[in-house]
């Protein structure tokens, strides 16, 4: 299981599991306790009509218009549901449904108007990812990872991943007091002079690229379920921010990790000759982490003295 | 005829012509206010006065409609270093994942910036602080274990950690138990002794004259505003409470003479 | 004729026209139910409800071939579908009241997990014999092309049972929504109440899962009662307009998409709503933004003049740019900032309200009139001419502006 097949088939998507999980489960961190998980929901269900218009405008599904496509969706959603919110007095929940399902019905709508018949651009495509395909076709062992000419070949989203990855921990690492503070008590940051609105922007603009980047390669099931469930199993292990930062990265690895070698390997163990939606099981497993740390996590129950209304 | 004096360098907080409004209804309308400087201010009105409203927007945290605000002579942004700052305590989600000595740490962001290294000198401060507040044997522990009156003195911890010269408290004795009141008059007294200077928003008139020696009666426009013995009287409490006060309460507010 | 008149008309085909009468009693039901979900602030567990569907349609799928039946029976993946949403509402709820993780954590895990199983079964079932046609993805986005009668039947009789269900419920839900710890008061279960809401929502999602598919059936729910938010303040007429603008969402998105070829029916029901919505959210005469901007300008102006016209009464300098530019393009001021004799008379006049509010505050201590005092109401609002007068007597008689205001 560990030799050159594995190299050749499993090694790649695994890492950009990782990286795709841990990339979306860091800024889902400070989304959880700013009471914004649900905008991880949103920016994924834009990218569909993003990716569209991108295609619609340049014709061809290169990696890069797709991309654009993308952000600039998700960052259309973000404006459009702040100015729901604001001007139309609407709840912040609400709001969120009324703009992302109605970009998304405008992506389908779209997208079944124009031909795309001759092009790989589908809903399924846009939910489930193609996590499996990602083969390094030249690898033929463990030794390939030192071999330039087959390193040349290795599929191009695994460094694309691994860089919005990067720049997703440099960004926490940077306005990591700057999103801790602002998440925990914006009117005193805003008093230090720090830029709370601005930092609260950022981190949407941080998950956006996160997903984004996440989406092309692994789909949405999973960008949805990264930003919440690893760092809410995680906030229901520890008691401090930075412990709980580093549980969510180890929970987005292992739902990485077991939810490939499931959909690969599982169905065999079960005899059955088919691997299932790595993707799905990327989720599923992600879920089942949150499930236990529901039922077993030391830090399960609220603690908060007299517990304030959520601000309004 | 009263002109209201231009702010100088010496006044540490100063508001002219200050309207916010939530939608149609103003919350504060075209209020003038002059704090003093070392000395304890309390800014008094009825619920729903504009106490609150006034002191978030004299810092810029909700958008005011109109008016101007100095600090020390120049505008809040270019004074922010000179204010601390302890909100309400019902502001924040105390079920927080941090630590009593993190929250007072928030208070040196400032100064640290953002990647600056929280010196042994700094930590050392931030533990100092807390022990003013007599609250050093809590440092590890999780904010969501802290009682009411805790949660205030770690909040009054962090605004001493930020070592200004103009402390801002938003109702820093609602719902706290009397020891911690005490404590948090004696740490305020002591600011004011070495020179700094207090403006917290209070609700209990029976407190003024013991805690405060300025006041300012707001409601809604400014009904008045000097020190305890020439503003806090009772023909100014009733145009502040419009009768709201009972004429026992007010004479319980004793020796206030007109 | 055209195709969008004959559709309208409902003269398109049998299917068709219980297609577009199902979408309406749907779009009524969904409306009205949604209403109840968004005065509850709940809006978005519709859409673990909905993505939690997914699994349930492939297990039912598995299993009715594996009994030997025809996998794409829509009863039986309805049922398969409730069973799954069921049992991801009950885990939102109990993950919210158990541990501290806020609902929308809960929400969200729930969606992606539960979606999550749905993709791994449907990959699964593409690979069975039976598989290959399954057509579940129709479930996504829904699929009313090649839908049998006997399913436009389902959907139409489904309609109606969620309608009947959200009237009978309709002031138990209406009470908990508006005020859930005066229902409890009241003697009502509000967790029963709740869960009979998310019960509906369910059964709702289930229904129009074939039709709109299951990421758009939460815009159904969304969006009439966010929309029929903008034309009224009054709950129960809400439900009525949230119904009546998820009925000719319903009706015209179906008309519209059997009018012509690759006219998903989904997303055009969906984008019905979202343009009704653009339009309350642009002209709704109260709450609309339009009105709002109006509105905000006038006021803005309004606290400008009175401190302005405040400040030539005390004789003190006006410093805001702002007040300067008004008061001198209403002529109150000159360019120079000396005021005009229209300003200064109505700086006294304005001076004057002032007094008379002062004196009536001493007068009349009562909160309840006085409380109204917030700079800009007019006094001849608040009291009667003779109270005026009154209170003018103890003023005594009109100054000059300059000798007015001695501070207060």
Same mark, same amino acid.
């Given at each position: 299981?560990?030799?050159?097949?594995?190299?050749?088939?499993?090694?790649?998507?695994?890492?950009?599991?990782?990286?795709?999980?841990?990339?979306?489960?860091?800024?889902?961190?400070?989304?959880?306790?700013?009471?914004?998980?649900?905008?991880?929901?949103?920016?994924?269900?834009?990218?569909?009509?993003?990716?569209?218009?991108?295609?619609?405008?340049?014709?061809?599904?290169?990696?890069?218009?797709?991309?654009?496509?993308?952000?600039?969706?998700?960052?259309?959603?973000?404006?459009?549901?702040?100015?729901?919110?604001?001007?139309?007095?609407?709840?912040?929940?609400?709001?969120?449904?009324?703009?992302?399902?109605?970009?998304?019905?405008?992506?389908?709508?779209?997208?079944?108007?124009?031909?795309?018949?001759?092009?790989?651009?589908?809903?399924?495509?846009?939910?489930?990812?193609?996590?499996?395909?990602?083969?390094?076709?030249?690898?033929?062992?463990?030794?390939?990872?030192?071999?330039?000419?087959?390193?040349?070949?290795?599929?191009?989203?695994?460094?694309?991943?691994?860089?919005?990855?990067?720049?997703?921990?440099?960004?926490?690492?940077?306005?990591?007091?700057?999103?801790?503070?602002?998440?925990?008590?914006?009117?005193?940051?805003?008093?230090?002079?720090?830029?709370?609105?601005?930092?609260?922007?950022?981190?949407?603009?941080?998950?956006?690229?996160?997903?984004?980047?996440?989406?092309?390669?692994?789909?949405?099931?999973?960008?949805?379920?990264?930003?919440?469930?690893?760092?809410?199993?995680?906030?229901?292990?520890?008691?401090?921010?930075?412990?709980?930062?580093?549980?969510?990265?180890?929970?987005?690895?292992?739902?990485?990790?077991?939810?490939?070698?499931?959909?690969?390997?599982?169905?065999?163990?079960?005899?059955?000759?088919?691997?299932?939606?790595?993707?799905?099981?990327?989720?599923?497993?992600?879920?089942?982490?949150?499930?236990?740390?529901?039922?077993?996590?030391?830090?399960?129950?609220?603690?908060?003295?007299?517990?304030?209304?959520?601000?309004? | 005829?009263?002109?209201?004096?231009?702010?100088?360098?010496?006044?540490?907080?100063?508001?002219?012509?200050?309207?916010?409004?939530?939608?149609?209804?103003?919350?504060?309308?075209?209020?003038?206010?002059?704090?003093?400087?070392?000395?304890?201010?309390?800014?008094?009105?009825?619920?729903?006065?504009?106490?609150?409203?006034?002191?978030?927007?004299?810092?810029?945290?909700?958008?005011?409609?109109?008016?101007?605000?100095?600090?020390?002579?120049?505008?809040?942004?270019?004074?922010?270093?000179?204010?601390?700052?302890?909100?309400?305590?019902?502001?924040?989600?105390?079920?927080?994942?941090?630590?009593?000595?993190?929250?007072?740490?928030?208070?040196?962001?400032?100064?640290?910036?953002?990647?600056?290294?929280?010196?042994?000198?700094?930590?050392?401060?931030?533990?100092?602080?807390?022990?003013?507040?007599?609250?050093?044997?809590?440092?590890?522990?999780?904010?969501?274990?802290?009682?009411?009156?805790?949660?205030?003195?770690?909040?009054?911890?962090?605004?001493?950690?930020?070592?200004?010269?103009?402390?801002?408290?938003?109702?820093?004795?609602?719902?706290?138990?009397?020891?911690?009141?005490?404590?948090?008059?004696?740490?305020?007294?002591?600011?004011?002794?070495?020179?700094?200077?207090?403006?917290?928003?209070?609700?209990?008139?029976?407190?003024?004259?013991?805690?405060?020696?300025?006041?300012?009666?707001?409601?809604?426009?400014?009904?008045?505003?000097?020190?305890?013995?020439?503003?806090?009287?009772?023909?100014?409490?009733?145009?502040?409470?419009?009768?709201?006060?009972?004429?026992?309460?007010?004479?319980?507010?004793?020796?206030?003479?007109? | 004729?055209?195709?969008?008149?004959? +559709?309208?008309?409902?003269?398109?085909?049998?299917? =068709?026209?219980?297609? *577009? @009468? &199902?979408?309406? $009693?749907?779009? /009524?039901? #969904?409306?009205?139910?949604?209403?109840?979900?968004?005065?509850?602030?709940?809006?978005?567990?519709?859409?673990?409800?909905?993505?939690?569907?997914?699994?349930?349609?492939?297990?039912?799928?598995?299993?009715?071939?594996?009994?030997?039946?025809?996998?794409?029976?829509?009863?039986?993946?309805?049922?398969?579908?409730?069973?799954?949403?069921?049992?991801?509402?009950?885990?939102?709820?109990?993950?919210?009241?158990?541990?501290?993780?806020?609902?929308?954590?809960?929400?969200?895990?729930?969606?992606?997990?539960?979606?999550?199983?749905?993709?791994?079964?449907?990959?699964?079932?593409?690979?069975?014999?039976?598989?290959?046609?399954?057509?579940?993805?129709?479930?996504?986005?829904? +699929?009313?092309?090649?839908?049998?009668?006997?399913? =436009?039947?389902?959907? *139409? @009789? &489904?309609?109606? $049972?969620?309608? /009947?269900? #959200?009237?009978?419920?309709?002031?138990?839900?209406?009470?908990?929504?508006?005020?859930?710890?005066?229902?409890?008061?009241?003697?009502?279960?509000?967790?029963?109440?709740?869960?009979?809401?998310?019960?509906?929502?369910?059964?709702?999602?289930?229904?129009?899962?074939?039709?709109?598919?299951?990421?758009?059936?939460?815009?159904?729910?969304?969006?009439?009662?966010?929309?029929?938010?903008?034309?009224?303040?009054?709950?129960?007429?809400?439900?009525?307009?949230?119904?009546?603008?998820?009925?000719?969402?319903?009706?015209?998105?179906?008309?519209?998409?059997?009018?012509?070829?690759?006219?998903?029916?989904?997303?055009?029901?969906?984008?019905?709503?979202?343009?009704?919505?653009?339009?309350?959210?642009?002209?709704?005469?109260?709450?609309?933004?339009?009105? *709002?901007?109006?509105?905000?300008?006038?006021?803005?102006?309004?606290?400008?003049?009175?401190?302005?016209?405040?400040?030539?009464?005390?004789?003190?300098?006006?410093?805001?740019?702002?007040?300067?530019?008004?008061?001198?393009?209403?002529?109150?001021?000159?360019?120079?900032?000396?005021?005009?004799?229209?300003?200064?008379?109505?700086?006294?006049?304005?001076?004057?309200?002032?007094?008379?509010?002062?004196?009536?505050?001493?007068?009349?201590?009562?909160?309840?009139?006085?409380?109204?005092?917030?700079?800009?109401?007019?006094?001849?609002?608040?009291?009667?001419?003779?109270?005026?007068?009154?209170?003018?007597?103890?003023?005594?008689?009109?100054?000059?502006?300059?000798?007015?205001?001695?501070?207060?």
């Amino acid at each position: 299981m560990m030799g050159a097949d594995f190299v050749q088939f499993s090694l790649v998507p695994i890492l950009i599991g990782i990286f795709a999980s841990v990339a979306c489960a860091l800024p889902g961190n400070f989304l959880i306790l700013r009471r914004q998980a649900l905008i991880g929901d949103a920016i994924s269900h834009v990218v569909l009509p993003g990716i569209v218009v991108a295609f619609l405008l340049t014709g061809t599904v290169a990696a890069l218009p797709m991309l654009i496509g993308a952000a600039g969706a998700a960052l259309t959603a973000v404006i459009l549901i702040e100015a729901v919110k604001r001007l139309g007095g609407i709840e912040s929940g609400a709001a969120m449904g009324v703009v992302f399902t109605t970009l998304f019905a405008g992506g389908v709508l779209l997208l079944e108007q124009s031909d795309t018949s001759n092009v790989h651009i589908d809903v399924e495509h846009a939910l489930m990812g193609n996590l499996e395909s990602l083969i390094w076709f030249r690898a033929t062992g463990w030794a390939s990872l030192w071999d330039p000419v087959a390193l040349s070949s290795l599929p191009q989203e695994l460094p694309r991943m691994a860089m919005a990855c990067c720049l997703v921990i440099v960004l926490m690492m940077i306005f990591w007091r700057w999103l801790k503070i602002a998440t925990f008590d914006e009117s005193f940051a805003q008093v230090l002079g720090i830029p709370a609105t601005g930092v609260g922007v950022g981190l949407v603009i941080t998950a956006a690229i996160a997903a984004v980047a996440a989406f092309d390669a692994v789909g949405s099931i999973i960008v949805i379920a990264m930003f919440i469930c690893p760092p809410a199993a995680a906030r229901l292990m520890t008691n401090t921010l930075t412990a709980q930062v580093w549980w969510s990265v180890a929970f987005a690895t292992l739902s990485a990790i077991l939810g490939y070698v499931f959909a690969g390997y599982g169905p065999m163990w079960f005899g059955s000759q088919n691997a299932v939606s790595a993707a799905g099981m990327i989720a599923v497993v992600s879920g089942i982490i949150l499930g236990l740390a529901c039922v077993f996590g030391p830090y399960r129950a609220r603690t908060g003295a007299d517990r304030a209304p959520p601000a309004l | 005829m009263v002109l209201t004096p231009a702010p100088t360098a010496e006044t540490p907080l100063s508001a002219r012509g200050l309207t916010v409004s939530y939608g149609e209804k103003p919350a504060v309308f075209s209020v003038d206010a002059t704090f003093p400087a070392q000395s304890m201010s309390a800014i008094i009105g009825p619920n729903g006065a504009g106490k609150s409203t006034f002191l978030k927007a004299s810092l810029g945290i909700i958008p005011r409609l109109s008016g101007d605000v100095s600090v020390f002579g120049t505008p809040v942004e270019k004074a922010r270093h000179r204010i601390a700052y302890v909100p309400q305590r019902a502001s924040v989600d105390w079920d927080f994942p941090t630590t009593v000595i993190d929250v007072v740490q928030m208070g040196l962001y400032r100064k640290v910036g953002l990647l600056g290294r929280l010196s042994g000198q700094m930590t050392h401060r931030a533990r100092a602080c807390l022990d003013r507040v007599g609250m050093s044997d809590f440092g590890d522990r999780q904010i969501g274990q802290l009682s009411g009156g805790q949660q205030q003195r770690v909040f009054l911890a962090r605004a001493l950690a930020q070592d200004a010269d103009l402390y801002l408290l938003d109702e820093p004795f609602a719902g706290v138990d009397a020891a911690t009141e005490r404590a948090i008059v004696d740490v305020l007294k002591l600011l004011k002794a070495e020179g700094k200077s207090v403006v917290a928003v209070h609700h209990d008139l029976s407190t003024v004259r013991e805690y405060f020696d300025h006041v300012f009666l707001i409601n809604v426009r400014r009904v008045a505003e000097g020190s305890v013995t020439t503003a806090f009287t009772t023909e100014n409490l009733n145009a502040t409470y419009g009768g709201r006060l009972a004429a026992t309460h007010m004479a319980k507010l004793g020796g206030v003479a007109s | 004729m055209t195709p969008l008149v004959d +559709a309208l008309l409902l003269q398109s085909g049998y299917n =068709a026209a219980l297609v *577009a @009468i &199902g979408a309406a $009693l749907l779009g /009524f039901s #969904t409306g009205a139910t949604g209403t109840f979900l968004f005065l509850r602030k709940r809006a978005l567990v519709s859409d673990a409800t909905a993505h939690a569907t997914l699994p349930g349609v492939g297990l039912a799928f598995i299993c009715m071939v594996s009994l030997g039946g025809d996998g794409r029976n829509l009863i039986g993946l309805m049922l398969g579908s409730a069973v799954t949403a069921t049992v991801g509402l009950m885990i939102v709820e109990w993950i919210s009241r158990r541990t501290r993780l806020a609902e929308d954590a809960a929400i969200g895990a729930v969606l992606g997990s539960f979606f999550g199983l749905g993709v791994v079964l449907l990959t699964m079932i593409q690979t069975m014999s039976a598989g290959r046609q399954a057509g579940l993805e129709g479930f996504l986005l829904g +699929a009313t092309a090649g839908m049998l009668f006997q399913d =436009a039947v389902v959907i *139409a @009789i &489904g309609g109606v $049972l969620a309608v /009947f269900a #959200t009237w009978v419920l309709r002031r138990p839900m209406t009470l908990v929504a508006f005020d859930a710890e005066y229902a409890a008061a009241m003697g009502y279960d509000v967790r029963k109440i709740d869960l009979m809401m998310m019960g509906i929502v369910m059964v709702i999602t289930v229904v129009g899962l074939k039709l709109v598919g299951l990421i758009l059936i939460v815009a159904m729910l969304i969006i009439p009662p966010v929309a029929a938010r903008f034309w009224t303040d009054r709950s129960n007429r809400l439900i009525w307009i949230a119904g009546f603008i998820g009925a000719v969402s319903g009706y015209l998105g179906a008309a519209l998409s059997a009018s012509a070829p690759a006219m998903p029916t989904g997303p055009l029901i969906v984008l019905t709503a979202a343009t009704v919505f653009f339009f309350s959210l642009l002209f709704a005469p109260e709450r609309g933004i339009a009105a *709002a901007v109006v509105r905000q300008r006038r006021f803005q102006a309004r606290v400008h003049r009175r401190q302005g016209l405040l400040a030539l009464a005390r004789q003190e300098p006006i410093r805001e740019p702002f007040t300067l530019r008004l008061l001198s393009r209403e002529g109150l001021i000159r360019p120079d900032g000396v005021p005009t004799e229209t300003g200064r008379a109505k700086a006294s006049k304005v001076a004057r309200d002032e007094r008379r509010w002062d004196i009536a505050r001493k007068v009349h201590q009562d909160a309840g009139l006085t409380g109204r005092y917030d700079g800009l109401t007019p006094i001849e609002e608040i009291f009667t001419p003779d109270e005026i007068q009154d209170f003018d007597r103890q003023i005594g008689p009109p100054v000059a502006v300059g000798a007015l205001y001695d501070g207060g």
